[in-house]
């Protein structure tokens, strides 16, 4: 079973940027697509991006011009850059694994999520 | 953009039949799932491709489709099934959530 675990600082400064990585373990990195997704608070589920095993991304187009998104295959790990983040950018964030098959899209894995504050 | 319509909200009775709809534009037209998340707890995929239920999901969660609207049916609801509901979809390579819907069973 496919275990994910995000982790990273909880609170960042308004302008700088947001830096988080999720290992995977219990499977290898080197298939299938990976995600982040975002809960601000009080508001519902945002997709941030995905990135697949050989490095293609796609990004939400309202964070394109702000996010990064990365692929260790050698620690199994992938990461998530945000950049001259916001007080709107606070949310929990999740990574999960991504399916893609058929056409269909959805995520069967999820990690248990980390609180980013941003404030000064 | 693409986007997915929920009800904010949803009452049902214990022992009763909980509905949550997703409508969007050609929804017809493609594969929707759908999430159950508890307060503190990370997303529970219940739903994927329209109908089908993974492993460990009870079978009184099932998915439906008609014409550009999904529908998740919770059949003999219980206290535990009180959460936020998501449906999710795609469009053009891109993930597009619904706003999400409160199932609140009284």
């Known amino acids: 079973q496919v275990q994910l675990q995000e982790s990273g600082p909880g609170l960042v400064r308004p302008s700088e940027t947001l830096s988080l990585t999720c290992t995977v373990s219990?499977?290898?990195?080197?298939?299938?697509?990976w995600s982040w997704i975002r809960r601000p608070p009080g508001k519902g589920l945002e997709w941030i991006g995905y990135?697949?095993?050989?490095?293609?991304?796609n990004f939400n187009p309202s964070l394109k011009s702000r996010v990064t998104i990365s692929i260790d295959t050698s620690k199994n790990q992938f990461s998530l850059r945000l950049s001259s983040v916001t007080a709107a950018d606070t949310a929990v964030y999740y990574c999960?694994?991504?399916?893609?098959?058929?056409?269909?899209?959805?995520?069967?894995?999820w990690g248990q999520g980390t609180l980013v504050t941003v404030s000064s | 953009s693409y986007e997915l319509t929920q009800p904010p909200s949803v009452s049902v009775s214990p022992g009763q039949t909980a509905s949550i709809t997703c409508s969007g534009d050609?929804?017809?037209?493609?594969?929707a799932c759908w999430y159950q998340q508890k307060p503190g707890q990370s997303p529970v995929l219940v739903i994927y491709?329209?109908?089908k239920r993974p492993s460990g999901i009870p079978e009184r969660f099932s998915g439906s489709k008609s014409g550009n609207t999904a529908t998740l049916t919770i059949s003999g609801t219980q206290a535990m099934d009180e959460a936020d509901y998501y449906c999710?979809?795609?469009?053009?390579?891109?993930?597009?959530f619904g706003g999400g819907t409160k199932l609140t069973v009284l």
């Open positions: 999960a694994r991504l399916i893609v098959v058929a056409g269909t899209y959805f995520f069967p894995n």
């Open positions: 219990g499977g290898s990195i080197s298939t299938y697509y």
């Open positions: 990135i697949s095993y050989s490095g293609s991304t």
């Open positions: 050609k929804l017809g037209d493609k594969d």
């Open positions: 491709q329209h109908n």
């Open positions: 999710q979809a795609w469009d053009s390579s891109t993930v597009v």
